[in-house]
Every structure is written in C-alpha cells, then in structure tokens.
C-alpha cells in the first residue's frame, strides 16, 4: 500500500533543521546547568511568555492534536468546550487563587507541596502515582508517534523510537527543565505555523463557515440529530440524546467544566512545573492566564480541520477518506483526520513544515512527561526516601541519570503498548481514577486549615475507590460488561447515554467521596501541623502580598478577567 | 540567564520563511493543485519569514539595550 504522506527533499531539509535547533537550543543550555535548581526548577528564571507558551505547550502534545481533530470529526464544534469550559476557568482559577500557595510555598514539586501542607504518606503515595504515571504517558505517547510514522510514511517502527527517544534524552540531559521548556515554545510555533494553513484552506475548500455549516447538516441528519448539531455548541445541550457527546449541560459543567478540568490544570505537576519555573510570583501567577489566551483560540486549529473532514467526506467531496480502523473493522478511523488532512491540502514545503510540527508535537508531550518524572524522582523519591542528604551536585546527577532510565522505560512502555493494547488501555483507566479525586485534597489543603494528613491520604484512596467502584456498577449504553466498559463488580446499576457521560460521572463520584472523606477524617483526628508551619500553605494563615503596583496589563485578576470576559463571548457566538 | 529564546526562534522561522519563499518561487505549480491553487509555499514562506524577522529584531534590540 502507498503511504499517504510522501515528502520530499525540501520536506526532510526542514525536519532535520528543527531537530537540529532542538538539540542545539540544549547545548547552548549545558553551561547553564551548575545546579539541581538549574536543572530542574529552571532556577525559577524563565520570563512570563516563555513560561505561558510552554504551559500551554506542555499539553498539545500529539494525542492532543490528533484526539481533538477526531473529535471535531466525531462531534463537531461541541468539542470546543474541552476548551471553553474544560479548560479557561481552570487555568484562570489556578493562576489567581492557587499559584500563590504553589509558587509562594517554595515547594519544588506538586508532591513537596503535599509534604509540607499534610504529611509524608500523603506525599508518597502521590508521589508514586505520578511517576508512574508520567512514565506510562511519555512511552504510550512514544508508541503513538512510532505507529503514526509507520502508517503514515513507512518509517520502521523501531527506527522511529529510538530516534525520538534519542533527541528527547539528548536535549533534556544537557539542559533539564529549561531545554524542555524552550523546545515547547519552538514546538508551539511549528503547531501554530504548521497547522493553521490546513485550517484555512480546508475551510476556503468547504466554501467558508455558511459553506460549512450547511455541509455539516447532512453530517448531523444521518445520524437522527437535530440539523445543527455540529455547528452549535450550547443549543443541542439540553438533554443526553441530543448531541453526539451523549452529555447534557449539567454532567458537562459539572464532570468535565468542574472536576476533571479543575482537576487536571490545578494539579498535575506536568503543567504546574513550568508556572513553577518563572522568574517573580506575578509570573508564576500570570503563566497559566496567558496560556489561556492561545488556548481559547486552539479550537480554531485544531477542531475545524476535523469539521471539515467529517463534511468533506459526507460530500466525496476532493476524494477525502479516511482508512478503516483495521482490517476487520472497516468503519472510518477519526484518529487519521488531521494527519490525513495534511496529506490532502498541503504541498511539499508546508508538508514538511505540518509533518515537523506532527513530529515535535509527540516529542515535546514526551519530554514533558520525562522532565516531570526526574524531577518527582530525584525529589520526591529518591531524595526522600532512597538517599537523603547527600550534595547537590550527587541530586543534578542523578536528575540526569532519572532521565536515561525514565527514557528508556518509556521505549520499554513502547514496546509493550505495542504488544498488549489492552494493558495499556486498562492502566489509562486506572490512571483516571487516581487523578479524579485529586482536586478535592488541594482545594481543602489551600482553603480549609483545618484539613490534615490523615484526611487528605484516606480521602485519596477512598476517592479512587469511589471511582473504580462506580466504573464497576454503570454501563454506557450498548456497551457489553466488561473490566473496561464497566459494570464488572456484578449488577449494573445505572446505564448511561454514552461512555463519556460515564466518565463525567465517574469523576464526580470520585471527588466528592474524596471531599467528604478528607473533610470527616480532618475533623475527627487532630490537625499534626501547627498554624506556623502552615503559613504561606493555606488561604486562611497566609498574610496578604501588598497590594500590586503593577500595570493592569500585568495583574493577574485583570488579565485573568479579560480571558474569561472573551471565551464567554466565543461561547455566544457558537452558542 | 543571558540566553534569549527569540534569537533562535528568529533564527529558525526566518530561515524556514526564507526556504518557502525560495521554493514556492522556484517550484512547478502543478503542485499547488493539492492547494486549492493557491502557492502556499510562497504566501505562507513570507508570513514565517515576517515572523522570524520580527523575533531577531526583537532580541537584537533588547541586546543592544542591555550593553
């Protein structure tokens, strides 16, 4: 079979001078590396825009792109609200109200912070779920790109790991965190620069947004929804089974706006990290509400080129396809839509440009995994626990020796996604529900005092169990009972419109049962820390920072009302 | 730390800009017919290159600032 992506010279020119500049950005970094601060916190040096697009940055990672693209295709501009409503609130939310204790608590990871607002067992058993975690991430993202390569142009699928994980471990050991951050800003431009074309033309060749719109009602139609479905975000949220999400409003709001967004951005060290790397706490505090600002706009890029497949090929219109799924399924894959996409409007020369930025894409959301995990590594785990008190220079080495082993468990994690998809599919799922009741300890840990060590470790535990156990009483409708669907623990108890609806609902469970844990447990034992040693920790003992002097283009409050003020007014829009 | 990332983003996008021009210049435009007909390459190749450009300027200039 013919690969749909042939490039040409001036196509491989361009890749190989991205990755030489992404190598060359870590060596021009190697003599900045004097310290374990150096290496893994950036020395908290990093000016705010940098910072800003590498948070953003850190998360378009390639499963991003290509995931929402599919979803553009599957559900059309309704997808925008992972964006509007599953991501904006959160980041604003985080840069107003929790960067503060995050940044002013001189914490140097999310688990550190864990330590000094409740205990070590909370510290631990966080700190261990997330470097799991981050290792599973950063190798399933490494499959991802091995597969697309092989699909897409024929590159041998070991050929594409090792070169990908060889630059990612290059750049990274000669210049930690800063290297990885730097190289998110350049990969955030490539994303940008190399995707927007394909947003254009594709529109211009579905004959603008009225051509597109009135393509995309066949789309809807066909499949029994009401006629704009695709097209309008809000008007079709009133109930489950009026949109192709299988949400309504509430579920929406709640699972995805609420717990898993809020859950995400305000707690996962991935993003944290890099808002962690600023150089003033204004900074550290505006990070997260300047990446909002391209974030708002990312639906544009990323969603529409899925809208447009979806009609295009509804119309055979241009001979756009998709390949099946596999070769007993013949039903169109989605995950193809943007890579394909690319394929079909851009010429060599763009082509190169929109395949680098595919590329970097993988890597970067890798990277970030890596830069993460050596950090909750050194830290968390092995100074901790392993190796305590031994000089900095002994903590810079083995961050650098965390980012070999972390690279090459990550090929490992490869290679056995590669044999066993359904393990990997398995562990995802664990994965969410240790994530989902996280938000509920951080809010209670920031602005309630009287939370404590043993409250926030059973609250977490119960929270995963309340999720797994929820996940094993609830189907999503149609679906057959299985560890992966759910309904497993015998009866099904309640079944949901679609699998994402279950999802929402499972992260709600989750939260609140860890919330109500955290806050009966906190209650019933004593507090084990003094209100001294949580000063700068929590809302309530932290005195007041003078109030800023600064200009208001540069107040987080402001900025952060201003982005807010404009996705609302997108959400009108495409109401 | 002394190390401005505009220089080598302008570096990177001025050069890229700098290839598409010369290629949508030089290339057959047959291969436009993928592009609605548009050359992209050219059009797009000067949005890079303004970019990039803009980004040199702006690190030279804080350079200059800071001697």
């Not at chain 1, 031994?390 to 690279?407: C, E, N, P, Q, W």
């Not at chain 2, 435009?29 to 992209?40: E, K």
Request: hydrophobic share 55%; aromatic share 14%; net charge positive.
């Amino acid at each position: 079979m013919a690969h749909p992506i042939q490039l040409g010279g001036i196509d491989y020119a361009i890749l190989l001078i991205y990755f030489l500049f992404v190598l060359g950005i870590g060596w021009a970094l190697k003599r900045h590396m004097k310290g374990s601060s150096d290496f893994f916190l950036s020395g908290r040096s990093i000016p705010v825009w940098i910072t800003g697009l590498a948070f953003l940055s850190a998360n378009l990672g390639a499963q991003e792109v290509i995931g929402m693209g599919a979803s553009g295709a599957q559900y059309g501009i309704i997808t925008s609200h992972f964006y509007w409503i599953g991501a904006i609130p959160a980041m604003v939310f985080l840069g107003i109200f929790m960067m503060p204790f995050y940044y002013g608590s001189k914490a140097r990871s999310v688990p550190e912070y864990l330590k000094m607002r409740f205990d070590e067992k909370t510290r631990g058993l966080n700190a261990i779920a997330f470097a799991v975690m981050t290792l599973f991430s950063s190798g399933i993202s490494l499959y991802a790109l091995a597969s697309l390569m092989e699909t897409l142009i024929g590159w041998n699928f070991t050929f594409s790991i090792w070169i990908s994980a060889v630059i990612v471990l290059a750049y990274i050991c000669l210049g930690g965190l800063t290297s990885a951050i730097y190289n998110e800003v350049l990969q955030f431009f490539m994303i940008v620069f190399g995707f927007a074309p394909l947003a254009w033309l594709g529109l211009r060749d579905a004959g603008g947004w009225a051509g597109l719109k009135e393509r995309l009602v066949g789309v809807a139609t066909d499949q029994h929804f009401a006629p704009g479905t695709w097209t309008e975000s809000w008007q079709h949220m009133g109930s489950p089974g009026a949109n192709p999400l299988g949400v309504e409003w509430f579920g929406l709001a709640m699972g995805l706006g609420f717990v898993l967004s809020f859950g995400y951005w305000c707690t996962d060290f991935l993003v944290i990290q890099r808002a962690m790397a600023a150089n003033t706490m204004s900074a550290a505090r505006r990070t997260p509400i300047i990446a909002a600002f391209p974030k708002m706009l990312f639906p544009f890029i990323v969603i529409l080129p899925g809208m447009v497949a979806v009609a295009l090929m509804r119309d055979h219109h241009g001979g756009f396809t998709l390949p099946p799924v596999s070769a007993t399924d013949s039903s169109p894959n989605f995950n193809m839509v943007v890579p394909m996409m690319l394929a079909h409007y851009l010429p060599t020369g763009l082509l190169g440009l929109g395949f680098t930025a595919l590329m970097a894409s993988f890597m970067s959301g890798m990277a970030g995994n890596v830069t993460a995990f050596n950090t909750v590594w050194t830290y968390d785990i092995y100074q901790s626990y392993v190796a305590p008190a031994k000089s900095d220079a002994h903590y810079l080495l083995m961050g650098r020796l965390a980012t070999i082993f972390g690279v090459i468990l990550s090929v490992g994690v490869a290679y056995l996604a590669a044999q066993f998809n359904n393990i990997m599919n398995l562990l995802q799922l664990v994965f969410a529900f240790v994530n989902a009741p996280l938000f509920a300890t951080f809010l209670l840990g920031m602005f309630w005092r009287r939370a404590n060590g043993h409250g926030a470790f059973f609250g977490l535990l119960l929270g995963t169990l309340a999720a797994a156990v929820h996940h094993g009483l609830t189907l999503p409708v149609g679906a057959a009972v299985g560890i992966m669907k759910g309904g497993w623990l015998g009866s099904v108890v309640h079944t949901y419109p679609s699998a994402m609806a279950q999802n929402f609902w499972t992260a709600l469970f989750a939260w609140t049962a860890c919330m109500v844990v955290t806050m009966g447990v906190s209650l019933a034992t004593a507090q084990n820390k003094s209100d001294e040693q949580l000063r700068g920790l929590v809302y309530s003992l932290t005195p007041k920072p003078p109030a800023e002097v600064e200009a208001w283009y540069r107040k987080p409050v402001t900025l952060g009302a201003i982005v807010l003020a404009a996705t609302l007014v997108l959400n009108l829009i495409f109401a | 730390m002394n190390f401005d990332l505009r220089l080598p983003l302008g570096l990177l996008f001025s050069l890229f800009g700098a290839m598409l021009v010369v290629y949508g210049l030089l290339s057959d435009p047959a291969i436009y017919s993928v592009s609605l007909g548009y050359n992209v390459n050219l059009d797009w190749g000067f949005v890079l290159l303004a970019f990039g450009v803009t980004m040199l300027w702006l690190a030279l200039r804080a350079r200059r600032n800071r001697s």
